[in-house]
Each structure stands twice: as C-alpha cells, then as structure tokens.
C-alpha cells in the first residue's frame, strides 16, 4: 500500500506541472497505470524483459541510444561498436522474494568492430498450494515441487560504418540467443523448453546544440528490434517481441538525458501489451562517481529507479534499487549490484593522442614552409589512425601547393 501510495504522489506531482490537467483527467489516467494489462503475462521467456543492472537499470532502461557501459547487451546490440574499453561484468539482482537474477558479460572493441557475449540465469524455488493451502500432489502422489529456471546465453556483434574525425558513424549490431525454460517435471509435464531469438539494432552521434569542449558527441540516437524468434514446444507462446527507440542528449558535459519508446509486439499476430515510455539521466558528480534515476511508464507497472556508479582506473561497482508495485519494504527486493572490470582499449586511446600530436606537429612544419616534410608527418600521422579526416584534408592541401609551385617556377622559367 506504501509503494503504491508513493508512486501515486510522484505521479501526481508530475500532473500538477501541466496547467491544462484536469482532476477527472488525471483519475483516467492513473486509473489507466495503476490498472491492469490484458495482455501482459502472456510471453514467455519473461527473463528477457528483466534487465541485468549496471545504468540500464537504473536510468529506468531508457538507453536504447547509449553505450556507456556493458549493459547495452539488454537494450541495443550497436552499442559494442561504440562502447570505449573492453568490460567484464557481473551481476546480481535481486528481483523478487526469494527470485534472483545472476548475470555475466564481456564486451571488446577492435576500432570499428565490437563483439560480446553475455549470460543471464534465472531461478526461483516452487511448491504447489491446492485451495486449501496445503502442498500439491500430483496423480501419482509425488509433491509439485523444485526450482523453476530460465538461462539467456547472447552472442553479439556490431560494425560502425562511415567513422571519421567529423561524423561518429552508425553502428549496426546484431545479437544471437539462446533460452532455455527448464520445469521440473513435478511442477507441469513437458514444459521445460529452448527458444531461439535475435535483436537488431542501430545507433548514430553527433553533435547538436554542444555547447561545450569535448571529443565525445553530445546527441545519439538508436532503434532496435528485440527478441525475434520462437520457443520449440508444442502450442508455443510469443515471445516478447518489441520495437524501441530512443535518444540521449548531454546538454552539459556530466549530464546525459535519455528518452525511449517502446511498442510490443506479438510475431503470432495476438495483441500485445500497451506501448511504454521511459526517461533517465545519468550525471556525473566527480570523475569517479555518478547517479543516474529513471521512471518506466508502463500500463500496470510503473517504476522509478535510482542508482550509483563508482568508477576507478580498473574498475567499477555499480548498485541500483527499484520502486514499483511488487517492491516489498520488509525485504530486500529489486535492489541489484553489478561489478565491471575495466580491460582497456587495446592502445586505440594512445593511438589517437599520438595521432592529434603528429597532426600539430606537421602544422607548424607546413606553416615553417616545409610542404614535403609536413606531407610525411600526417602521412605518418594517418598510421596511427586512418579515420583522422583533418589530417587527409591537409595532406590534399599541402599537394595541391606544392603543384602550385611547381606551376609558379616553370613559368618563371619560360619568361626567362
């Protein structure tokens, strides 16, 4: 009743921001979140819906444009081909009750490629209730009872297409999936079953409206399509399909502001749940600590979250807890912890600071006059990183002067 009340607050502070919101309005439309989908509950393979931790979680999973660390396994197979260093991560969630979500990722970025593989693990303890509360016994006298579970494996890769100084490129990724539903045979015969899937997805940054000093761009946008596929067992239920979009823009440096749209879908053309909208930021107190919060507006299950990163050299811990209408106060639940260990970028970062460094250097050659010398350096310059369009543009620069002078003197040598 609390966390119920508390939502309920929150939202209606939220309605009281806009002028035109009428009480009768507002009842319809909390009556609308608070009530229930009829379409909810009726996938299967729900883990894939539940997210692992890290800034996913707690931004209220509105970061199907970002990439800022391992978790975008969960929202948008691009990310690997933008994420900076390559990430070992683990996590735990603690989702309800006795529930637990136990999850591992690793993630690497080769400049233009990024690959990754993740596993996500789900179980829960069952004993069968008849309507008289005592325990259950199936036909042959044995008790419904076990563990029921359900394990993700992901295999992902992504490319980043068009990446130069100027434009960051767009990065198409594609995640491959494995589920498997295991049911003890006491609880339901012939239940336990494995499903095959697969995400799509697409991100692209730029710069719009930056008004600060950064290599990073400050606006990005992704789309993605998630968990195309089938579970392999008689009379199978949809899996939980779902389009989402999304865009995250840093108006300042250490804020980064992110909004998504998600729309469901059932690939057996049942109807699917209601759309859903959700929104967070993740700010940057100090270099090595952050927040990040973010509300799900979902028909039946609205959330709020809120969450912490602490961010050394080699690694990261971050922990988020969540508040919606299946959090319990008594108990410890929707509270997740995820440990990221930095592995470096494979000396990308080095190579592009040499780069810029070899790029200045040839600059006060050419400007000293010494075209053909400043050519080698940004010639050099491009070893260390191809993409580096500034120094390709000096180089056609500082060509077409020296065939300029080579004009200029032979026609000097004629008129003599």
Request: charge should be negative; glycine fraction near 8%.
């Amino acid at each position: 009743m609390k966390k119920g009340l508390l939502i309920t607050f929150l939202l209606l502070c939220a309605a009281s921001l806009f002028p035109g919101a009428n009480s009768s309005a507002t009842y319809a439309y909390l009556s609308e979140i608070f009530g229930i989908d009829d379409n909810s509950g009726l996938n299967s393979f729900l883990t894939l819906t539940i997210p692992s931790g890290g800034k996913y979680e707690g931004m209220g999973t509105a970061f199907t444009a970002m990439s800022s660390d391992s978790s975008f396994l969960d929202s948008n197979p691009a990310g690997s081909s933008f994420v900076k260093n390559s990430e070992l991560t683990f996590y735990h969630n603690n989702w309800i009750d006795e529930t637990n979500l136990e999850s591992v990722s690793y993630t690497a970025r080769w400049e233009n490629l990024g690959v990754g593989i993740g596993g996500k693990f789900l179980y829960l303890p069952f004993t069968g209730i008849d309507d008289w509360g005592d325990r259950a016994q199936n036909d042959d006298g044995s008790y419904a009872t076990g563990y029921y579970s359900e394990s993700i494996i992901t295999f992902n890769t992504a490319y980043t297409f068009l990446n130069d100084y100027y434009y960051h490129g767009f990065s198409v990724g594609t995640n491959l999936k494995i589920g498997y539903r295991g049911v003890p045979y006491s609880i339901a015969p012939d239940q336990s079953a494995l499903a095959l899937m697969m995400d799509l997805g697409l991100q692209t940054r730029f710069n719009i409206l930056k008004y600060f000093s950064s290599r990073d761009k400050n606006f990005s946008f992704g789309v993605v399509v998630k968990n195309i596929g089938t579970e392999f067992i008689n009379d199978p239920d949809p899996l939980p399909t779902m389009l989402s979009t999304g865009i995250a823009y840093s108006p300042i440096r250490p804020l980064t502001w992110a909004v998504d749209v998600n729309i469901p879908f059932n690939l057996n053309g049942t109807e699917a749940e209601d759309m859903s909208y959700s929104t967070g930021f993740d700010l940057n107190l100090t270099s090595f600590l952050s927040i990040q919060s973010g509300f799900l507006l979902k028909t039946g299950l609205p959330r709020f979250s809120v969450g912490s990163s602490f961010d050394m050299e080699k690694f990261s811990i971050n922990a988020n807890y969540t508040l919606d209408l299946t959090t319990q106060f008594n108990k410890l639940d929707r509270f997740s912890l995820s440990l990221r260990l930095n592995l470096g970028d494979f000396g990308r970062m080095s190579r592009a600071e040499k780069a810029q460094m070899l790029y200045l250097e040839g600059l006060e050659t050419y400007a000293n006059g010494n075209i053909s010398e400043a050519i080698d350096i940004w010639e050099e310059c491009l070893s260390y990183r191809e993409d580096f369009t500034p120094a390709l543009e000096m180089i056609g620069t500082a060509r077409k002067t020296l065939e300029l002078n080579l004009k200029i003197q032979q026609s000097q040598s004629v008129e003599e």
